[in-house]
């Protein structure tokens, strides 16, 4: 299923936020949404996955969700939103409960599940038992039970230390790797950009517009950290946002 964002603008009562966005997400590719902080990524986002209307322009779904899929768009957050009382697989049960699926049928999801985000050894941990980088896992693992056919990220390693970022990084390449998802991905950090995305879309300081879209060819599996090509693209996306930047960081002080 593929995504298109036609013409979308909107407006927070006499702030504009965002102003005419047109982007297509095809199916199977890693679109990650960078730009200045205030610039309208998380609000994009929004307007994607159907948790908000734009004051103008549409959102088409194009495609049929892939076979099985419970619910075509999901959410991946920063916080992990974890019931601390459930287990791994309970906290993964819960989104079948609300399909209906349960017994042999959500143990089956869940086992291929786990297997997948290897959780497998942790089914019957509480969240407070996990490391932050577990806890986003079981959340990425959780998205995937329903097999949607797109799931939106909304700067879900930005809470995590660096070396967890770089695992969970290999650790959604592997996932993408094995069976290819379709992704939009909000982050303030470009490393993660170029290490994930097919596909980076740059938006301006606020009024967010499409500033630049930044296609990087080499496949997944190939990128490393320290690669000249990636810290190169990198370095580009950087050049692009550096004075928007600077200029939105100094209007987020005197507020």
Same mark, same amino acid.
């Given at each position: 299923m593929?995504?298109?964002?036609?013409s979308?603008?909107?407006c927070?009562? =006499? $702030?504009?936020?965002?102003?005419d966005?047109? !982007?297509?997400i /095809?199916?199977?590719?890693? @679109?990650?949404? *960078? #730009?200045?902080?205030?610039?309208?990524? =998380? $609000?994009?986002?929004?307007?994607?996955?159907? !948790?908000?209307? /734009?004051?103008?322009?549409? @959102?088409?779904? *194009? #495609?049929?969700?892939?076979?099985?899929?419970?619910?075509?768009?999901?959410?991946?957050?920063?916080?992990?939103?974890?019931?601390?009382?459930?287990t791994?697989q309970?906290?993964?049960?819960?989104?079948?409960?609300?399909?209906?699926?349960?017994?042999?049928?959500?143990?089956?999801?869940?086992?291929?599940?786990?297997?997948?985000?290897?959780?497998?050894?942790?089914?019957?941990?509480?969240?407070?038992?996990?490391?932050?980088?577990?806890?986003?896992?079981?959340?990425?693992?959780?998205?995937?039970?329903?097999?949607?056919?797109?799931?939106?990220?909304?700067?879900?390693?930005?809470?995590?230390?660096?070396?967890?970022?770089e695992?969970?990084?290999?650790?959604?390449?592997?996932?993408?790797?094995?069976?290819?998802?379709t992704?939009?991905y909000v982050?303030?950090?470009l490393?993660?950009?170029?290490r994930?995305?097919?596909?980076?879309?740059?938006?301006?300081?606020?009024?967010?517009?499409?500033?630049?879209?930044?296609?990087?060819?080499?496949?997944?599996?190939d990128?490393?950290?320290?690669?000249?090509?990636?810290?190169?693209?990198q370095?580009?996306?950087?050049?692009?946002m550096?004075?928007?930047?600077?200029a939105?960081?100094?209007?987020?002080?005197?507020?």
């Amino acid at each position: 299923m593929d995504i298109i964002v036609n013409s979308l603008s909107h407006c927070y009562g =006499s $702030t504009e936020v965002l102003r005419d966005i047109s !982007l297509d997400i /095809p199916a199977g590719r890693v @679109v990650c949404l *960078v #730009g200045p902080s205030g610039c309208g990524k =998380s $609000t994009l986002l929004r307007f994607i996955g159907g !948790l908000e209307c /734009p004051s103008k322009g549409e @959102v088409l779904q *194009v #495609g049929n969700p892939p076979k099985g899929s419970l619910n075509p768009l999901t959410f991946v957050f920063q916080d992990f939103a974890l019931l601390p009382w459930r287990t791994v697989q309970g906290n993964i049960s819960l989104v079948l409960e609300d399909h209906g699926i349960r017994g042999a049928a959500a143990r089956d999801i869940i086992g291929d599940t786990l297997a997948r985000t290897k959780l497998s050894d942790f089914a019957d941990a509480l969240p407070k038992q996990l490391s932050g980088g577990m806890k986003q896992r079981v959340a990425i693992a959780r998205a995937l039970a329903v097999k949607p056919a797109v799931m939106l990220l909304d700067e879900p390693l930005s809470a995590l230390d660096a070396q967890t970022r770089e695992l969970l990084m290999d650790d959604l390449v592997s996932l993408w790797t094995r069976q290819p998802f379709t992704a939009v991905y909000v982050t303030h950090n470009l490393a993660e950009a170029v290490r994930l995305g097919h596909k980076v879309v740059v938006l301006s300081r606020r009024p967010g517009r499409l500033r630049e879209i930044v296609e990087i060819d080499t496949p997944l599996a190939d990128r490393a950290a320290g690669d000249a090509e990636l810290e190169k693209v990198q370095k580009q996306l950087w050049n692009l946002m550096r004075d928007e930047a600077r200029a939105a960081d100094e209007e987020l002080v005197d507020v």
